[in-house]
């Protein structure tokens, strides 16, 4: 028998976990009223009138005289007529009792043939067959034991219903997936090529383990995969799993911690326990930073649940063997606050690093995700790849959800170019929104963002182009010139960053060149250009204070290594940092400054153009810079209502409720 049919054989069907506690069925709950009710009934019975008590004889006189409607005659087994008992009901209530007159009567006493035969011949009367002593006793402990036998049952199984879903409390709550209906391999996962070949081996073990025992190679008991958030990390380990044909058991890091002391511990162990039973198999441990953080770490030190259940992971990693055919594999986006003895040599010994993809990554990802959509034939997967560089494999499959959506919206059956790319500009920027702004607000904001234009095409090296300039409100601006770069950003230079800071200081200089004026619109930019100073002077080294790191007391005590912090620099240095950093934006002002001067007549051109269409493209800006004229067709967006005369009572339909306050600002790619 081959190697391949004893690990078939080993393998258990994939079943669901039971779900947790007890739910009793609704049967169960109709048995239990039904029998108190009758348990009631025959305890309690239905209150009647009190019968008269009359003689033998006064009923057989009764009955000749045609006085009584019915009756019953019950006699005692054991001494047949010589005591019987008839019960019945005149046809008039003639019977006189202490509560008045009645029907009902009752008689007791020795019971001849002869009185029997007069009564049957001169009434309706019925005989009833003679009780027993064992069928009275059963009649009256009967209903005592169909009730105790019901409560017996449903509390004994809630007890053991409740022993169960304690003991399950402390089982491990990692699912198991179904392989023929959640199976994923390599060819659904594209963009990290280089993480699929790291893998690879992973899957031949899991497959063939004799491979590699033979020459005496241990493969990694964990695997730990770093990469930002959307990556695929968990669709990678998916994919070792589907390609591997072998049990898949996913579970997250905040599963394990609780506010009962040891149940992350005993989850931890129940976990492995499962995962040895169901070997060989992949166990998937996400957001692995949850349990895995370093111990005493932050501000007030750790959790004493979260470190025992890191303390019970390190030891179970260490008490199995790869041997067994249990893979561990975990993800996490905060390599940096893992415990060092989680990464060691033995446990989490290899890391995968899977990042963003690039262009050819990119275009891959998109083919992955098109399968399930209807394209048009003018869409082109290369364009869209090239035109979104630093989007993760999840923001792409969202990029053409949103065309699709939008596409169906507009009534189409296919998704075409120009939804793609709506699609992206509300993916990377926000989507757009309107508000109402009078004829002097809206001409400050168009040369604002003419200002930002102007300059970002002027200082263009050509890797990072206007895209497109609006005055309508994206996102959380009133305005944006968007940028969209041309190639994967690995690097910038001091040029580039300098260059940042002119374009950003552009939308003041205009605004101040066209009303003499300047407001609180370009807050956004002045933020965005101070941060990237201080960031060339403290952290790259680019300025005349030399090559030296002064931005190491900028972390968070809740997530760094230590609980305290200290000063690196002294009084003197802070203030020749800030004065490098006033150097540079002041420099970089007075470049934007000249700039705008020297192509005044493009900046007006370029204001006046998007009064007119409201948005215009990057190759508009160039042709207004160039030319001095639009040359390329401008689609044209509907206009908003505009705002009613000064003096007039009619109130717009919307107020721009945040001002100016949400600043224009040139958004990265």
């Known amino acids: 028998m081959s190697d391949k049919e004893e690990t078939s054989k080993k393998r258990r069907p994939l079943k669901s976990l039971p779900p947790d506690g007890f739910q009793p069925k609704t049967w169960l709950i109709w048995i239990v009223i039904i029998g108190a009710v009758a348990a009631l009934y025959l305890f309690n019975p239905p209150k009647t009138e009190a019968p008269a008590i009359l003689k033998m004889q006064q009923v057989v006189e009764l009955a000749e005289q045609g006085k009584i409607a019915d009756g019953t005659i019950s006699s005692d087994a054991s001494g047949g007529r010589d005591w019987s008992v008839i019960k019945g009901h005149t046809k008039e209530p003639a019977l006189r009792t202490e509560a008045g007159l009645t029907n009902a009567f009752v008689a007791t006493g020795r019971l001849t043939d002869a009185s029997v035969e007069r009564l049957q011949k001169s009434a309706a009367f019925t005989e009833k067959p003679a009780t027993t002593a064992m069928t009275q006793l059963l009649y009256n402990i009967l209903p005592f034991l169909i009730v105790i036998g019901l409560l017996y049952f449903l509390f004994m199984r809630q007890i053991k219903q409740a022993g169960k879903g304690a003991m399950s409390f402390v089982k491990s709550r990692a699912k198991l997936l179904v392989r023929e209906k959640d199976r994923i391999t390599f060819s659904d996962v594209a963009g990290c090529d280089e993480a699929k070949e790291e893998v690879s081996e992973i899957v031949d073990f899991l497959k063939d383990p004799k491979k590699f025992q033979k020459i005496g190679g241990r493969i990694p ?10 990556t695929g990390k968990t669709l990678l380990a998916k994919a070792i799993a589907g390609e591997a044909d072998v049990p898949f058991f996913s579970i997250s890091g905040s599963d394990f911690v609780e506010m009962f002391v040891g149940v992350g511990a005993s989850r931890v162990r129940d976990m492995f326990e499962q995962g040895r039973k169901n070997a060989p198999c992949l166990i998937f441990i996400d957001e692995i930073d949850a349990v895995g953080r370093q111990r005493g770490a932050g501000l007030g030190g750790g959790n004493d649940e979260r470190e025992q259940t890191l303390n019970s992971l390190l030891v179970e990693m260490d008490g199995f063997d790869t041997t067994e055919g249990v893979i561990i594999i975990a993800a996490t986006n905060r390599p940096d606050v893992l415990d060092s003895a989680l990464l060691r040599p033995g446990r989490f010994d290899r890391q995968v690093y899977i990042n963003l993809p690039d262009i050819v990554g990119r275009e891959q990802i998109l083919r992955v995700h098109a399968r399930k959509v209807a394209l048009g034939e003018d869409v082109d997967l290369a364009i869209i790849a090239r035109g979104t560089p630093g989007l993760s494999g999840a923001e792409l499959a969202n990029l053409l959800n949103e065309a699709a959506l939008l596409a169906a ?11 793609v790319d709506d699609a992206r500009d509300k993916v990377l920027w926000g989507r757009e929104h309107r508000r109402v702004m009078d004829d002097k607000e809206k001409k400050s904001l168009a040369w ?9 095409a002027v200082l263009d090296d050509g890797s990072f182009p206007v895209h497109k300039v609006t005055i309508i409100p994206r996102g959380q601006s009133l305005g944006s010139t968007t940028y969209l770069a041309t190639k994967d950003i690995l690097g910038r230079t001091k040029k580039q960053y300098a260059d940042r800071v002119c374009t950003s200081m552009a939308g003041r200089i205009a605004e101040k060149m066209v009303t003499d004026d300047i407001s609180d619109g370009a807050s956004g930019d002045i933020k965005q250009a101070t941060k990237i100073a201080r960031a060339m002077v403290c952290d790259f080294g680019m300025s005349d204070l030399g090559p030296i790191a002064m931005g190491e007391n900028q972390d968070t005590v809740f997530l760094g290594r230590d609980i305290t912090r200290s000063q690196h620099i002294s009084e003197d240095t802070a203030r020749r940092v800030d004065a490098a950093v006033s150097e540079i934006i002041t420099a970089e002002y007075q470049r934007a400054e000249k700039i705008l001067n020297e192509h005044r007549a493009a900046l007006d051109k370029i204001g006046a153009a998007l009064l007119e269409h409201e948005t215009i493209e990057g190759r508009h800006v160039l042709e207004l810079i160039q030319h001095g004229e639009i040359r390329s067709p401008v689609v044209t967006t509907p206009r908003p209502p505009k705002l009613p005369a000064a003096g007039s009572s009619a109130k717009p339909a919307a ?5 100016a306050t949400a600043a224009p600002s040139p958004s990265p790619a």
């Open 221 to 230: 008991r964990g695997i730990m995969m770093v990469g930002s958030p959307g």
């Open 655 to 659: 107020v721009d409720s945040t001002g």
């Open 448 to 456: 604002h963002e003419a200002g930002h234009a102007v300059v970002g």
């Open 409 to 419: 919206r507009r009534g189409k059956k296919k998704i075409d170019m120009v939804d």
